[in-house]
């Protein structure tokens, strides 16, 4: 009789596929080594039962973004980055980008840096192939992942596209049917996501992607129910639709007209992996890329890994691209940083209502609550405190945050007593003409997480998650008025990934 628990595709069944978290990465498909899953669009079709032939396989469920496994040891991949922001997660440095040249530029979504830094990597032959997803020959506003060899086919993939694209697969082409050992990808945080664990897991096709490009990422649209939706409300036919932009509004063209659809509706329609995925920024990517709101063709570049930093300095060098300070930009940093917090806000009080109805839910990292209560603060804890002063100005505030890692401070009274916190959120609110007048002490959250050392790093998180704040402070227990020191979500898990690497090995 066949064993089936340990056969992985039951799991993914059971958590992933019929939860209908599945975003059509290609992971498991790519990775099975009996060639018995096909992805199309956001679905897994079963070809075959594999558990007839084997009688233990775990591979398609750890692989897949949306499981609770390998997640610790994929991040690990870009923990060595000297800095650890609270919004955006690990990295070297960002800035604004563009592709130097003004005709390229025009074909892309943002400014097509990522077809400027994927058609540099081919020229200079720093890899020999890139994943890319172009317009399908069928219906071009849905994407097909593919590998592309020369500049050309890296042109004619430019522009976005909002449905899912199986670029594990695809990537899976590239080290197959092609022979490539490096390979530029690029994708969305969870295609990224999957990469990684592909290589962490040891899967023969991991280790050749060169340089991962992640796309900033709201969602992808489930295919399906986004069809029925433009039919039935706003009469558009599938294959009407010849492009989507995506603005303030979400704009569908056909040949005849121009239809806007509120963002609020679209978000609606995307795939329920991604109303529980916090990751907008991609942050295992080795470079993540985005829009920089409100400049139209700049984006923003998230430099995470010595490879990716390396990779864009030398196309940098050569031209490819041309670059501009973010610091000088609060606008365009402001606008990042509010659009990840709700992205994570947003994930996360989704997966707490789905929590109460389903057995499973995707992407907690920070559940690892044994490993946690092991840990004391003092010892994670960072000590020289950055503070802020409770006469300081809300503009010099915001100007402060884009040029530092924290996105949220203590605030202290002219004694160097604490009288509160004051985040990017308080600071957002204020009207952007009354941000020269009012003061960071006015605005500033009485009500604060707090430790005392000897407390572990699981009483810091139960705390945190009470006042769904991402960080509390450790007070000196002889005058409770006076911060020893902070420790925020990100170095949570950046503990929690040190320790599992540390067991891995
Ligand atoms: C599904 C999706 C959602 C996005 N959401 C946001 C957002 O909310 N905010 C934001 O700032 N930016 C978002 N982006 C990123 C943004 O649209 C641009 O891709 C990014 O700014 C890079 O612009 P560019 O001009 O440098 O890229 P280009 O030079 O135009 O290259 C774009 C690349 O994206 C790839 N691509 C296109 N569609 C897909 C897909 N479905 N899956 C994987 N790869 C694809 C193409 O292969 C191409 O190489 C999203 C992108 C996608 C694909
Ligand atoms: S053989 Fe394929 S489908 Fe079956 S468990 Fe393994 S990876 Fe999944
Ligand atoms: S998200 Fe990717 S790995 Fe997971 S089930 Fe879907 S296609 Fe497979
Ligand atoms: S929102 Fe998350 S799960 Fe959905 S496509 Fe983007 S990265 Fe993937």
């Given at each position: 009789?066949?064993?089936?628990?340990?056969?992985?595709?039951?799991?993914?069944?059971?958590?992933?596929?019929?939860?209908?978290?599945?975003?059509?990465?290609?992971?498991?498909?790519?990775?099975?080594?009996?060639?018995?899953?096909?992805?199309?669009?956001?679905?897994?079709?079963?070809?075959?039962?594999?558990?007839?032939?084997?009688?233990?396989?775990?591979?398609?469920?750890?692989?897949?973004?949306?499981?609770?496994?390998?997640?610790?040891?994929?991040?690990?991949?870009?923990?060595?980055?000297?800095?650890?922001?609270?919004?955006?997660?690990?990295?070297?440095?960002?800035?604004?980008?563009?592709a130097?040249d003004?005709?390229a530029?025009?074909?892309?979504?943002?400014?097509a840096?990522v077809s400027a830094l994927l058609t540099f990597g081919l020229e200079s032959?720093?890899?020999?192939?890139a994943?890319?997803?172009?317009?399908?020959?069928?219906?071009?506003?849905?994407?097909?992942?593919?590998?592309a060899?020369t500049p050309q086919e890296v042109a004619?993939?430019a522009?976005?596209?909002?449905?899912?694209?199986?670029?594990?697969?695809?990537?899976?082409?590239?080290?197959?049917?092609?022979?490539?050992?490096?390979?530029?990808?690029?994708?969305?945080?969870?295609?990224?996501?999957?990469?990684?664990?592909?290589?962490?897991?040891?899967?023969?096709?991991?280790?050749?992607?060169?340089?991962?490009?992640?796309?900033?990422?709201?969602?992808?649209?489930?295919?399906?129910?986004?069809?029925?939706?433009?039919?039935?409300?706003?009469?558009?036919?599938?294959?009407?639709?010849?492009?989507?932009?995506?603005?303030?509004?979400?704009?569908?063209?056909?040949?005849?007209?121009?239809?806007?659809?509120?963002?609020?509706?679209?978000?609606?329609?995307?795939?329920?992996?991604?109303?529980?995925?916090?990751?907008?920024?991609?942050?295992?990517?080795?470079?993540?890329?985005?829009?920089?709101?409100?400049?139209?063709?700049?984006?923003?570049?998230?430099?995470?890994?010595?490879?990716?930093?390396?990779?864009?300095?030398?196309a940098?060098?050569?031209?490819a691209v041309?670059?501009?300070?973010?610091?000088?930009?609060?606008?365009?940093?402001?606008?990042?940083?509010?659009?990840?917090?709700?992205?994570?806000?947003?994930?996360?009080?989704?997966?707490?209502?789905?929590?109460?109805?389903?057995?499973?839910?995707?992407?907690?990292?920070?559940?690892?609550?044994?490993?946690?209560?092991?840990?004391?603060?003092?010892?994670?804890?960072?000590?020289?405190?950055?503070?802020?002063?409770?006469?300081?100005?809300?503009?010099?505030?915001?100007?402060?945050?884009?040029?530092?890692?924290?996105?949220?401070?203590?605030?202290?009274?002219?004694?160097?007593?604490?009288?509160?916190?004051?985040?990017?959120?308080?600071?957002?609110?204020?009207?952007?003409?009354?941000?020269?007048?009012?003061?960071?002490?006015?605005?500033?959250?009485?009500?604060?997480?707090?430790?005392?050392?000897?407390?572990?790093?699981?009483?810091?998180?139960?705390?945190?998650?009470?006042?769904?704040?991402?960080?509390?402070?450790?007070?000196?227990?002889?005058?409770?008025?006076?911060?020893?020191?902070?420790?925020?979500?990100?170095?949570?898990?950046?503990?929690?990934?040190?320790?599992?690497?540390?067991?891995?090995?």
């Amino acid at each position: 009789m066949q064993n089936n628990r340990l056969i992985a595709y039951n799991i993914l069944k059971k958590n992933i596929l019929t939860n209908g978290f599945c975003t059509g990465c290609g992971a498991c498909q790519a990775t099975c080594p009996v060639n018995a899953l096909r992805v199309k669009d956001d679905h897994v079709k079963r070809l075959q039962d594999c558990s007839q032939n084997l009688d233990l396989c775990p591979i398609c469920n750890e692989v897949c973004p949306h499981s609770q496994a390998l997640l610790l040891r994929s991040a690990g991949a870009v923990a060595d980055a000297p800095i650890r922001s609270e919004a955006v997660g690990y990295l070297r440095k960002s800035l604004l980008a563009q592709a130097s040249d003004l005709k390229a530029r025009k074909k892309g979504s943002d400014g097509a840096v990522v077809s400027a830094l994927l058609t540099f990597g081919l020229e200079s032959k720093t890899f020999d192939c890139a994943v890319v997803s172009g317009a399908d020959d069928k219906n071009p506003i849905k994407p097909k992942a593919q590998v592309a060899l020369t500049p050309q086919e890296v042109a004619s993939a430019a522009g976005s596209r909002y449905f899912p694209a199986s670029v594990v697969e695809a990537y899976r082409s590239a080290v197959i049917e092609y022979a490539k050992g490096k390979i530029a990808v690029v994708g969305t945080p969870c295609q990224a996501l999957a990469l990684r664990k592909i290589d962490v897991w040891g899967h023969k096709i991991g280790g050749k992607a060169k340089v991962i490009i992640g796309l900033f990422c709201f969602g992808t649209f489930a295919t399906n129910p986004f069809f029925r939706h433009i039919e039935k409300k706003y009469g558009l036919l599938a294959n009407d639709v010849t492009g989507i932009q995506l603005s303030h509004d979400l704009v569908l063209t056909t040949k005849q007209c121009k239809v806007e659809m509120p963002l609020a509706e679209a978000k609606m329609l995307t795939n329920i992996g991604c109303k529980t995925c916090i990751d907008f920024t991609a942050e295992v990517a080795d470079i993540s890329i985005g829009r920089a709101y409100p400049h139209k063709d700049w984006a923003i570049v998230i430099l995470r890994t010595k490879a990716g930093e390396d990779f864009f300095n030398s196309a940098l060098q050569r031209g490819a691209v041309v670059t501009r300070n973010i610091e000088k930009e609060p606008e365009v940093f402001e606008h990042l940083i509010v659009a990840a917090l709700q992205k994570r806000t947003a994930g996360l009080v989704k997966a707490s209502k789905l929590e109460k109805k389903r057995d499973f839910v995707p992407v907690r990292l920070l559940r690892e609550t044994k490993t946690l209560a092991d840990i004391k603060v003092e010892d994670i804890m960072t000590r020289e405190v950055v503070t802020v002063p409770s006469s300081m100005r809300v503009s010099e505030l915001l100007a402060m945050m884009a040029t530092k890692t924290y996105i949220g401070y203590p605030v202290i009274n002219e004694d160097n007593e604490l009288v509160g916190v004051v985040t990017i959120e308080e600071a957002t609110r204020v009207a952007k003409e009354m941000r020269q007048k009012i003061q960071v002490g006015d605005i500033a959250r009485p009500n604060v997480s707090v430790c005392y050392p000897g407390e572990t790093a699981f009483d810091a998180f139960r705390k945190m998650s009470q006042l769904e704040t991402g960080r509390v402070l450790i007070l000196n227990p002889a005058n409770p008025q006076k911060i020893m020191g902070i420790v925020t979500k990100r170095d949570l898990m950046h503990a929690l990934m040190k320790q599992a690497t540390e067991s891995a090995l």
